[in-house]
């Protein structure tokens, strides 16, 4: 069974950073493509990142262009999330995934974290 593990969320100022880490136990991250995804009070699920399995681009949801970078540490088997200038409209819980293909639109993935809150706020 794949396990994800996210970790990293917390209370941040506007304008501050963030970085979100994902952490799989049970396999390996680096066979498997990985998203990152939130889902605010009262809103849907939406993508926010991707990473591909072997290389190849990353995807960015329009929001989070310029702002965030995903990354991975095949060493320490863990994928991250880098998050800077944060907006209050970034308040989500955030969830990585994990899948044979990056799809920041597709809502069916093999496995989902837990989730680890990102609250910005003054």
């Known amino acids: 069974q794949l396990q994800l593990v996210e970790s990293g969320g917390g209370l941040v100022q506007p304008g501050g950073s963030l970085r979100l880490s994902c952490a799989a136990s049970?396999?390996?991250?680096?066979?498997?493509?990985i998203g990152w995804f939130r889902q605010a009070p009262g809103k849907e699920r939406e993508g926010v990142s991707c990473?591909?399995?072997?290389?190849?681009?990353?995807y960015y949801a329009d929001s989070a262009k310029g702002r965030f970078t995903i990354s991975r540490d095949n060493a320490k088997n863990a994928v991250y999330l880098q998050m800077n200038s944060l907006k209050p409209e970034d308040t989500a819980i955030y969830y990585c995934?994990?899948?044979?293909?990056?799809?920041?639109?597709?809502?069916?993935?093999?496995?989902w974290g837990q989730g680890t809150q990102v609250t910005v706020s003054s």
């Open positions: 049970g396999f390996t991250l680096n066979t498997y493509a």
């Open positions: 995934a994990a899948d044979v293909f990056c799809s920041l639109t597709r809502r069916s993935w093999r496995s």
């Open positions: 990473i591909n399995n072997g290389g190849g681009r990353n």
